[in-house]
């Protein structure tokens, strides 16, 4: 067992609170590796690479991806002090690019933070050679935005929120006006402490959840959340802001400039919708029907539990069910997490 920290996040959908709960819950499994379907933050990733396990982290999205290569699959390279400074740093010799403050004006970001992201951005990609160092400082960066935003989502144009001069009862607002420098430094020293080699070869992947590859001992699925009315988690939505600034050079057309919050052109999942999560849950399990499956899921979702419960049970012999009391943040709406291990 090792026992390297995983960063602070404050990411929708993190399993950060539940981590230990769902390590626990699967301690008695025998396996030696395990594929991550949906990684998202890594915080599972993490924890069971902690655990010595060879882990395959895998997430479509590209920001989520460069998390992966960073916290998971890379188990030696941190940023150096003089790395950071370099990213930081203004050459005035050079004439920076400006996407981010021609397109997104009084949307996220004051003005002097545009062009601080502009230049940092670039910098992270002109001063680092290293992938995993890339990957290092992306996690800064996108961490250093969510802090920085009302309900730390790109979901709508609130940059309001932060500026009004108003009575709060809610938000951080000493969050929101630290600078996004003190912010980066922050969040790449927990990243570099989150790095370490578990003697596995670990990897990263960027595939849709359907074309995982199959064979790992266990396979551990975290699904989008489509509640009970049809109304999904579209990360993709959420987070566009983050997936542009991994792909800045073609960033510009993947924007949906019909938008008010320049979100990217929309991508159908077959996750969003009531009408197709069954048969991709279905496919997904088929896929990998000979491995342990388990599967975080709340109890107001669309499957039902029952109807995921029944699906489980068609190819697996043994289906476990454990639950968690959890309140969630945004929506103040609480039901229970549920852990389905199916053996």
Request: glycine letters at 4%; proline letters at 3%; charged letters at 25%.
């Amino acid at each position: 067992m090792f026992n390297h920290p995983f960063p602070s996040t404050r990411y929708q959908g993190s399993k950060r609170t539940l981590v230990k709960w769902i390590a626990e819950m699967i301690s008695d499994l025998e396996f030696t590796s395990v594929l991550d379907v949906f990684g998202g933050t890594g915080v599972v990733s993490h924890r069971l690479k902690n655990a010595g396990k060879q882990v395959i982290y895998n997430d479509v999205l590209a920001f989520n991806h460069s998390i992966g290569l960073a916290l998971i699959e890379n188990s030696h390279e941190t940023l150096s002090q003089d790395e950071i400074e370099r990213i930081l740093h203004v050459d005035e010799a050079l004439t920076y690019p400006t996407f981010i403050q021609d397109n997104f004006k009084d949307i996220y970001f004051t003005a002097d933070e545009n062009i601080w992201l502009d230049r940092v951005t670039s910098n992270i990609n002109h001063v680092l050679s290293h992938p995993y160092k890339q990957a290092l400082a992306r996690f800064a960066l996108f961490q250093a935005c969510i802090a920085k935003r009302p309900y730390n989502l790109f979901h709508r144009a609130n940059l309001y929120m932060r500026t009004a001069r108003v009575e709060r009862s809610f938000g951080n607002k000493t969050t929101w006006d630290t600078p996004f420098e003190t912010h980066f430094r922050t969040f790449a020293a927990e990243a570099n402490r989150a790095v370490f080699d578990n003697g596995q070869p670990n990897t990263a992947l960027q595939r849709d959840a359907l074309d995982t590859p199959s064979g790992a001992d266990l396979v551990y699925i975290d699904p989008p959340y489509l509640n009970r009315k049809g109304i999904g988690v579209d990360y993709r939505d959420f987070y566009h802001f983050l997936e542009g600034l991994v792909d800045y050079a073609r960033w510009a057309e993947k924007i949906d400039h019909t938008s008010k919050h320049k979100r990217l052109k929309r991508i159908v999942s077959r996750w969003n919708s009531p009408a197709t999560i069954y048969e991709a849950f279905e496919a997904l399990i088929q896929r990998h029907r000979h491995s342990i499956l388990v599967i975080s899921y709340r109890d107001d979702g669309i499957p039902s539990k029952e109807a995921l419960r029944a699906l489980l049970l068609t190819y697996k012999t043994h289906v476990y069910e454990m639950q968690q009391a959890k309140t969630y943040a945004l929506s103040h709406q609480k039901s229970n997490e549920l852990l389905f291990i199916a053996t």
